[in-house]
């Protein structure tokens, strides 16, 4: 099985919540800082396989600073998307379209699990993978949501249509700002490409359009920064 390398005190206790997914965790010998110290007890008790090793062996699976921690992992499995839908349940799915920057979608996978979204659903080509970066990026969230890969970004769009979830869909094109939108109910959100935004043909797909207010002299946002506002308004429609 192919091994996933992440490095450093949060990714690594995020990690080890999952412990099936993990096959060994390095650990620098001599730690003397008490937060490393302190997972380092958290991954002995966890039931993890684990091994001490001098730095040098740390720095052959990354050359930034680990903090004494590596989690060998092996491939994050991928949700089906028919389990993540529950009936009579309010849920709040993102659809990510052509989103290619790693970091970009670690930093959405982040986002989405502290601002309470069900599932992600990214397409089988043209999408940033979910590597060793990502899961980084995601500061081990990507172990705590649900992530779906799909043939097409509309397949998966027809299915939540099947279940009568309605798709909104994020552009700078829309007329309507996204507090004008009712966010309290079941919704899947498309957030598009960096550079191109949402497809065409996914855009005609969608049932609502909505964007970001943004002042003139900037163009748009960074596509994880309008993520998380919209997850944030969500949020604050629902609370």
């Known amino acids: 099985m192919p091994t996933t390398a992440i490095f450093g005190i949060n990714a690594v ?105 069900n599932g992600i659903i990214i397409g089988q080509t043209g999408a940033a993978p979910l590597n060793e970066i990502a899961i980084q990026t995601s500061a081990g969230g990507a172990f705590h949501i649900p992530i779906v890969r799909v043939s097409h970004i509309k397949d998966a769009i027809y299915h939540f249509k099947s279940h009568e979830i309605p798709i909104l869909g994020c552009t700078e094109k829309a007329s309507n700002d996204i507090d004008q939108v009712d966010l309290k109910r079941s919704i899947a959100i498309v957030m598009g490409n960096e550079h191109k935004g949402i497809s065409k043909s996914v855009l005609g797909l969608c049932d609502e359009q909505f964007k970001i207010p943004i002042k003139e002299i900037l163009d748009s946002y960074n596509v994880s920064v309008a993520a998380s506002l919209v997850l944030y308004e969500a949020r604050r429609q629902n609370h």
């Not at 720095?59 to 089906?80: C, D, M, P, S, W």
């Open 13 to 117: 206790r995020e990690a080890i919540q999952n412990p099936s997914g993990v096959q060994k965790v390095l650990i620098e010998n001599d730690l003397k800082n008490p937060s490393a110290q302190k997972l380092k007890e958290e991954v002995m008790r966890s039931g993890v396989s684990y091994s001490f090793v001098p730095a040098q062996k740390l720095y052959k699976h990354t050359k930034e600073n680990h903090q004494g921690f590596v989690a060998l992992l092996g491939a994050i499995q991928f949700a089906r998307l028919e389990d993540i839908i529950e009936e009579n349940t309010q849920q709040l799915f993102l659809i990510l379209d052509g989103i290619t920057d790693v970091r970009n979608f670690g930093a959405i996978i982040r986002s989405a699990v502290g601002l309470g979204a």
